[in-house]
T-cell receptor, first 114, second 115 residues
Framework: ETGVTQSPTHLIKTRGQQVTLRCSSQ?????VSWYQQALGQGPQFIFQ???????GRGNFPPRFSGLQFPNYSSELNVNALELDDSALYLC?????????????FGAGSRLTVL | AQSVTQPDIHITVSEGASLELRCNYS??????LFWYVQSPGQGLQLLLK??????LVQGIKGFEAEFKRSQSSFNLRKPSVHWSDAAEYFC?????????????FGTGTQLKVEL
């Protein structure tokens, strides 16, 4: 079975720009969640998608948005980038009902905002 | 609101020595508890989890953790550390019943292994 894959692995943007990060779920998983990991910190929950709808959100502003597609892949979009958005963005997939919270993480997309 | 405290930011141990990484959580009921490991440039790998039952749980790579309700702790242990265990370790708590996949992580403990 394939794991969780994320793209791109690294990217650099400037303040005010917009970014889209992509995630392919592990085979057989139907739920995707996104986490932000700032340097020296633990990951923080951004939101979760199930059946193509957001069904849980952390303390992040609306300029963080996402999508889940019929094949369970997902996108994270961040508008009006700020310097503090520089972080590692982790995607995690799971199978709803199989044992909540057992997440498989991807290697992440490292975003640098200049 | 749930929270996790990992009081040790850095720990250095000699190869072959025993290891204990501390984790304290705050949650109103019995939570789901996890330990993840992150190597440089990598995502998070699940070491072990506690959902219910036996309070001593075994994980991969020879790690184990013990859930102590009275101390709100879930410390990670390994009897003999290998140089390849050098990495960052995160303890996480998940909510039961509708909490979905929201995990709350601690700030991590960086483990250095001296040869």
């Amino acid at each position: 079975e394939t794991g969780v894959t994320q793209s791109p692995t690294h990217l650099i943007k400037t303040r005010g720009q917009q970014v889209t990060l992509r995630c392919s779920s592990q085979s057989g998983h139907n739920t995707v969640s996104w986490y932000q990991q700032a340097l020296g910190q633990g990951p923080q929950f951004i939101f979760q998608y199930y059946r193509e709808e957001e069904n849980g959100r952390g303390n992040f502003p609306p300029r963080f948005s996402g999508l889940q597609f019929p094949n369970y892949s997902s996108e994270l979009n961040v508008n009006a980038l700020e310097l503090d958005d520089s972080a590692l963005y982790l995607c995690a997939s799971s199978l709803a009902g199989s044992g909540a919270n057992v997440l498989t993480f991807g290697a992440g997309s490292r975003l640098t905002v200049l | 609101a749930q929270s996790v405290t990992q009081p040790d930011i850095h720990i250095t141990v000699s190869e072959g020595a025993s290891l204990e990484l501390r984790c304290n959580y705050s949650y109103g009921a019995t939570p789901y508890l996890f330990w993840y490991v992150q190597s440089p440039g990598q995502g998070l790998q699940l070491l072990l989890k506690y959902f219910s039952g036996d309070t001593l749980v075994q994980g991969i790579k020879g790690f184990e953790a013990e859930f102590k309700r009275s101390q709100s702790s879930f410390n990670l242990r390994k009897p003999s550390v290998h140089w390849s265990d050098a990495a960052e370790y995160f303890c996480a708590v998940g909510a039961r019943g509708g909490g979905g996949n929201k995990l709350t992580f601690g700030t991590g403990t960086q483990l250095k292994v001296e040869l």
